[in-house]
């Protein structure tokens, strides 16, 4: 059975039951019988590609279609996958040694062509958001069918944990080709499911790969992810035994620990969620808010994130203002959370010379904890003298709009990366791949660049605490909260753990004897 985990308690809550009469008609497509797994999704995922994909939703799904050369464990340990091990012959020649007797979905062989196939893909395919995680490769060389060496143009000690991500995910190099740009539209992998179809908006379904190298760990035939954005509606479908497993909203978590046919499983998270800012070169950034320091500094301060998470997250998470999570060794211990102070941030305007109130649209995903977040920040920034404008938005549309600098404030999500210069590098340093804010501080840059050429941990844990007194001086981004990965499954489900990346690893998950 899955592990129930104990939350705090909080009040019993009533809650809106209009929307259940949609229960019906939401997973028609989910009628195939006792071994279909049958999970209910926030989001609609972006591109099932492991190049192209940007998003968690995204990684939930190619979790069970694309396997990884390496994970890592429940105790933050780097295990192999599709690698059998590693050995950095020095510091920038790093060799991986292969899985044997493993095939793709297509039936095209797993190997070191493969993998040089798949990493020089990441790299130079356009648009790719693997360029960034690793632009220190050189190159990659075949030493034999089952290993590979990774040649890097300068020491780069986050690569191997890097490939426990999207990075490490592996493709079928002849599928690849002959799809091009549309790969994402059928993916082809290794991992233990394969894709059949997907309906924008509505769901995604995958089928056992019969020839999967592990195959012994796997228990389901089919896998349904149902995208149901609406957090009450996911609840109720997992309360009538119509999902099996689900994202579980925080404030959602005791009538979960309630029901007797449900467990919860939960875990610290390696993500973050904050507001980004845009500061580029662009029109929408020509704003005080855009230009000047002082402003962004004001919109910090007139937040309570202790309050914010109260009222929105059931107080289940941490208020923070970096990127970095609490048990991380790199985390640095000097970034204070400041405190709300409206009086400072009124007085911040003054001298910035703006007259309130100041109008800010603030984008959010139009879910009820996103639009409740928005209007939370909306009503405490008032105070202070910002008029900001929560406009919610569907996810595709709201990310798209954000990547191309169409906003002027984003509320985002970062799930979290096993080494924080995947949670940090891509989104702060200029050109960042996922640099929304558009941000670019050439001493930050510096900071970043250092932290990636050291193994040692407090040598790097020291830029980084460099590195986030200018960050948080600059605010580009006003980091708010650490999160906690909540799930819930009906007790008819056995087997599910969680790590720390909120992913859901379907080995070793069963149908309930």
């Known amino acids: 059975m899955p592990h129930r985990t104990t939350l705090p308690a909080r009040p019993a809550r009533r809650r809106p039951f209009a929307a259940l009469a949609l229960l019906a008609g939401l997973f028609a497509a989910g009628s195939a019988g006792a071994q279909t797994l049958r ?239 845009n500061v580029g070169n662009n029109p929408r950034a020509d704003t005080p808010l855009g230009r000047d320091p002082r402003v962004r500094r004001a919109l910090e301060l007139s937040i309570d994130r202790q309050a914010l998470s109260q009222v929105v997250f059931a107080g289940l998470y941490e208020p923070t203002s970096q990127a970095i999570p609490a048990d991380s060794p790199f985390r640095a211990p000097g970034a204070a959370v400041p405190a709300r102070d409206v009086a400072r941030a009124r007085a911040l305007l003054r001298e910035a010379g703006v007259t309130p109130p100041l109008r800010v649209p603030l984008t959010v995903y139009n879910t009820p904890q996103g639009v409740q977040a928005g209007e939370v920040m909306q009503a405490m920034a008032a105070e202070a003298g910002f008029a900001l404008e929560v406009q919610a938005a569907e996810f595709g549309t709201a990310l798209a709009a954000v990547t191309r600098g169409d906003f002027a404030v984003t509320l985002n999500g970062w799930s979290g990366l096993l080494d924080p210069d995947s949670n940090i590098w891509t989104i702060l340093h200029t050109g960042g791949a996922l640099n929304v804010a558009q941000y670019s501080n050439a001493a930050v840059d510096d900071l970043l660049d250092r932290a990636r050429l050291t193994p040692d941990v407090a040598a790097r844990r020291a830029l980084y605490a460099q590195m986030w007194q200018q960050v948080n001086a600059d605010a580009p981004l006003i980091y708010l909260w650490t999160p906690r990965n909540i799930v819930g499954t009906t007790r008819k489900v056995a087997g599910f753990t969680l790590r720390a990346d909120g992913l859901l690893r379907l080995q070793d998950v069963r149908p309930a004897p």
């Open 39 to 277: 999970i209910g999704m926030r989001d609609d995922p972006d591109v099932l590609d492991p190049t192209l994909s940007r998003t968690y939703v995204g990684t939930v799904v190619m979790t069970a279609l694309c396997d990884k050369l390496f994970d890592f464990d429940a105790q933050l340990n780097i295990v192999p996958v599709l690698a059998t091990g590693y050995e950095w012959e020095d510091g920038t020649h790093l060799l991986i040694r292969l899985r044997s007797g493993v095939q793709f979905h297509n039936g095209e062989p797993f190997d070191a062509a493969a993998v040089k196939y798949t990493l020089e893909r990441h790299q130079n395919l356009q648009g790719s958001y693997r360029r960034s995680e690793i632009g220190a490769m050189e190159r990659v060389e075949v030493v034999d069918p089952l290993a590979v060496r990774v040649v890097l143009k300068q020491p780069f000690s986050p690569f191997v944990a890097v490939l426990t991500d999207r990075a490490g995910m592996m493709v079928a190099p002849r599928a690849a080709e002959a799809a091009g740009k549309d790969f994402g539209l059928r993916p082809v992998c290794t991992g233990p499911f394969r894709f059949t179809e997907r309906v924008a908006q509505d769901h995604v379904t995958l089928e056992r790969f019969a020839d999967y190298w592990d195959k012994g760990r796997i228990h389901y035939d089919r896998v349904l992810y149902s995208i149901i954005p609406n957090s009450t509606v996911r609840l109720a479908n997992l309360q009538s035994g119509t999902l099996d497993m689900t994202e579980i909203a925080p404030l959602d978590a005791e009538a979960v620990q309630r029901d007797n046919r449900l467990a919860l499983v939960a875990t610290p998270s390696l993500g973050y969620g904050s507001l980004a800012i």
